[in-house]
């Protein structure tokens, strides 16, 4: 019986939803390390409703390439993620199926 329970916990743990997960929760942790959210949030409510485009667009100009890129990888894994649960959902996945 011990073995159905290392195969369950085995297909769980390198289930592509597992990974997808563990993956934002790395890159986000990373994010905030590299961006000082509440500092930025405050910049962003103290500009004028018709000045916050070019805010955001320099925000974006002025951010070193490595934290651009950890964005965009929580980007893409957070899309990966949505999409991993969509097809989960649509194909009635049992995890009890080894």
Not at 4 to 10: C, E, G, L, S
Not at 44 to 53: D, H, I, K, M, Q
Not at 77 to 82: D, E, M, Q, S
Request: glycine share 6%.
């Amino acid at each position: 019986m011990r073995q159905v329970y290392y195969a369950a916990a085995i297909h769980w743990a390198t289930h592509p939803v597992t990974l997808y997960a563990l993956g934002l929760l790395v890159l986000g942790w990373w994010l905030k390390e590299l961006v000082f959210v509440a500092q930025i949030w405050d910049a962003f409510v103290s500009r004028p409703v018709g000045e916050l485009g070019n805010f955001t667009l320099g925000v974006v100009q002025g951010a070193d390439t490595l934290t651009l890129l950890v964005t965009a990888l929580v980007l893409v894994c957070a899309v990966a993620l949505y999409r991993q649960l969509r097809h989960l959902r649509a194909h009635s996945y049992t995890p009890l199926a080894l």
